[in-house]
């Protein structure tokens, strides 16, 4: 089924307010955020698993660790700006592969790398306007 727009749109724009990412290594992915500058909490809820939660504005990230390899999303890709990405670059260098190095774009200075688990996480810092 095509999704088609009809009339007028009576509702906001949403805001992105949770992202659960699934890790067969949570301990090094959080902690490959944390380099980040991500603050993680360990929470665990009833009867579920533990897994680790950190709060960006409005934005809730949370760690949870993966059932099976399966579980695992090596194709989503996850960007941050930063305030300097060569510095960022500098703490990850022994912690991550490095697709592509600082390279200025229309977007800002940008690289990406990839985390624990594959994910590709683009870095960047937009230039003042």
Same mark, same amino acid.
């Given at each position: 089924? @095509?999704?088609?727009? /009809?009339?007028?749109?009576?509702?906001?724009? *949403?805001?992105? !307010?949770?992202?659960?990412?699934?890790? +067969?290594? *949570?301990?090094?992915?959080?902690?490959?955020? +944390?380099?980040?500058?991500? !603050?993680?909490? +360990?929470?665990?809820? #009833?009867? #579920? *698993?533990?897994?680790?939660? @950190?709060? /960006?504005?409005?934005?809730?990230?949370? %760690?949870?660790?993966? =059932?099976?390899?399966?579980?695992?999303?090596?194709?989503?890709r996850? #960007?941050?700006?930063?305030?300097? %990405?060569?510095?960022v670059?500098?703490?990850?260098?022994? =912690?991550?592969?490095?697709?592509? !190095?600082?390279?200025?774009? =229309?977007?800002?200075?940008?690289?990406?790398?990839?985390?624990?688990? #594959?994910?590709?996480?683009?870095?960047?810092?937009? *230039? +003042?306007?």
């Open positions: 089924m @095509a999704w088609q727009f /009809v009339g007028e749109r009576d509702i906001t724009t *949403p805001r992105l !307010n949770l992202l659960v990412i699934r890790s +067969e290594f *949570p301990v090094q992915t959080v902690g490959f955020y +944390e380099l980040l500058g991500l !603050n993680f909490q +360990e929470e665990k809820h #009833g009867k #579920g *698993p533990v897994h680790w939660a @950190a709060e /960006v504005d409005s934005l809730v990230i949370e %760690v949870y660790p993966a =059932q099976s390899f399966e579980e695992v999303d090596g194709t989503t996850i #960007g941050f700006e930063v305030d300097d %990405v060569k510095s670059l500098a703490l990850l260098k022994d =912690q991550c592969d490095v697709v592509s !190095n600082r390279k200025q774009t =229309q977007w800002g200075l940008r690289a990406v790398v990839k985390d624990p688990d #594959g994910r590709s996480v683009e870095l960047v810092h937009e *230039p +003042e306007s």
